[in-house]
Antibody, heavy 123, light 110 residues
């Protein structure tokens, strides 16, 4: 059974940094892209970014709203994905979902989702 | 603001057919495949439809997807109470070089 578990969320002040982790199980981690999606309270889904598998060079892409502040990385030897969030803003407050990406380089879809973890940015 | 536009709400009685539209542009739906996600209240989203009209294992065939030009649709036939949820379309956008979600549609079973 495929499972994705996020960890590392919490409450922090604007301008601070936080790293989320995503620990998967039930599949060969290195074969898949991993992506982060967030949802602000009462709002819709917003894609944050993606890191592709080594098959596709391990390349990354980000939403404009987080580019330059957030970094997605992966450690295939430990089967774990990360979302490093720097210079956090109040508008980054959201539930962050770790997702598994399938479908290839330009046709991704997210076939498994974690349960989500809350990040609250407030002074 | 999302580049994929959906109606904010849709509703129907049990057994009815409900259709949700998703309007985009040449750089997203017009060039790439469409995915649909279902989010039941208080839960994480779930993959409902991929590559425009493909159902993952376990998704009832009451759900169907289609795409034409720069728009896509999700249809729910034989609406059931457990279909009450938020539905989001999504696609890769070549101009933004990123993945975009629709604005979301809340389906209510009357």
């Amino acid at each position: 059974e495929v499972q994705l578990v996020e960890s590392g969320g919490g409450l922090l002040q604007p301008g601070r940094s936080l790293r989320l982790s995503c620990t998967p199980s039930g599949f060969t981690f290195g074969d898949y892209a991993m992506s982060w999606v967030r949802q602000a309270p009462g709002k819709g889904l917003e894609w944050v970014g993606i890191i592709r598998s080594n098959r596709y060079g391990g390349t990354t892409d980000y939403a404009a709203s987080v580019k330059g502040r957030f970094t997605i990385s992966r450690d295939d030897s430990k089967s774990i994905a990360y979302l490093q969030m720097n210079s956090l803003r109040t508008e980054d407050t959201a539930v962050y979902y770790c997702t598994r990406g399938s479908g290839g380089y330009y046709f991704p879809y997210f076939d498994y989702w974690g349960q989500g973890i809350l990040v609250t940015v407030s002074s | 603001q999302s580049v994929l536009t959906q109606p904010p709400s849709a509703s129907g009685t049990p057994g009815q057919r409900v259709t949700i539209s998703c309007s985009g542009s040449n750089s997203n739906i017009g060039s790439n495949t469409v995915t649909w996600y279902q989010q039941l209240p208080g839960t994480a989203p779930k993959l409902l439809m991929y590559r425009n009209d493909q159902r993952p294992s376990g998704v009832p065939d009451r759900f169907s997807g289609s795409k034409s030009g720069t728009s896509a649709s999700l249809a729910i036939s034989g609406l059931q109470s457990e279909d009450e949820a938020d539905y989001y379309c999504a696609a890769w956008d070549d101009s933004l070089n990123g993945y975009v979600f629709g604005t979301g549609t809340k389906v209510t079973v009357l």
